[in-house]
């Protein structure tokens, strides 16, 4: 499958152990790396091919620039590899299952569901050429009309999903009941159920000194995925031995 993660220089380090857990899931990945121009990675994982991008990337992919820019760089990534299709890869994720990826094929667009219902995990996705390109020319026409709320955040991942509902496109949503996509905490021993995870999100919140939710750093994400990977590769060492 193709698959795109979007980049900058701060993801250097965790892009490394996301690329490398996910050939081990799809041998056969073709990886782009949608990297952003105003702070580039100084390196990339050997084997993939580097995009520069020049739209605002909002923080953290918010804001409708960041959202159109999201959307017209996978339609230029699957018409560069002649894909139908495209997986949306967060850098601060591990992708340790790829199956789910290929099952309801009716649908054009795929992902798992948060705790709240019917709201999309955005760190991991399927999308067609031809949603894509239909959320990004009804976005495109709501700017122009002037109707895209400038007081609003626009989050990529929450206004790509309703932006393909109002264009009916095919969605679906993988149930959060099913547990397919999972959140890595700071608890140790890992909890039980990240072993059995397709999906792993490594930049859960964290709270700071005054017990508010703030975002974790990125070395903080960088040791959860560390950690993580050292131990999904002693499970396969485990399983070997058995």
């Known amino acids: 499958m193709v698959y795109c993660i979007f980049t900058y220089s701060e993801d250097e380090q965790l892009v490394q152990l996301c690329v490398q857990r996910l050939r081990e899931a799809d041998r056969a990945a073709v990886v782009y790396l949608a990297d952003d121009a105003r702070a580039?990675?100084?390196?990339?994982?050997?084997?993939?091919?580097?995009?520069?991008?020049?739209?605002?990337r909002g923080g953290s992919l918010n804001g409708m620039g960041a959202v159109l820019g999201v959307l017209?760089?996978?339609?230029?990534?699957m018409q560069h590899a002649g894909a139908s299709y495209i997986v949306k890869l967060d850098a601060d994720t591990m992708l340790c299952h790829v199956e789910w990826l290929q099952e309801h094929p009716e649908a054009e667009y795929l992902a798992c569901e948060k705790l709240e219902a019917f709201r999309p995990a955005?760190?991991?996705?399927?999308?067609?050429?031809?949603?894509?390109?239909?959320?990004?020319?009804?976005?495109?026409?709501?700017?122009?009309?002037?109707?895209?709320n400038p007081g609003w955040y626009w989050p990529e991942d929450q206004t790509i999903f309703d932006a393909l509902r109002m264009v009916n496109r095919r969605c679906a949503l993988v149930p959060y009941s099913l547990r397919l996509s999972q959140g890595m905490g700071d608890t140790i021993p890992l909890p039980a159920q990240l072993a059995t995870a397709?999906?792993?999100?490594?930049?859960?919140?964290?709270?700071d000194a005054s017990g508010a939710i703030a975002r974790a750093s990125r070395p903080h994400v960088l040791l959860r995925m560390r950690i993580l990977s050292d131990s999904i590769d002693k499970q396969k060492q485990d399983t070997e031995h058995d």
């Open 40 to 56: 580039p990675m100084r390196r990339v994982p050997n084997d993939c091919h580097r995009v520069t991008t020049r739209f605002p």
């Open 72 to 77: 017209d760089s996978l339609c230029w990534c």
């Open 198 to 207: 397709s999906v792993i999100h490594c930049g859960e919140p964290v709270k």
């Open 122 to 148: 955005g760190n991991c996705y399927r999308i067609t050429y031809e949603a894509a390109r239909a959320a990004l020319e009804y976005l495109q026409g709501r700017q122009r009309d002037g109707m895209t």
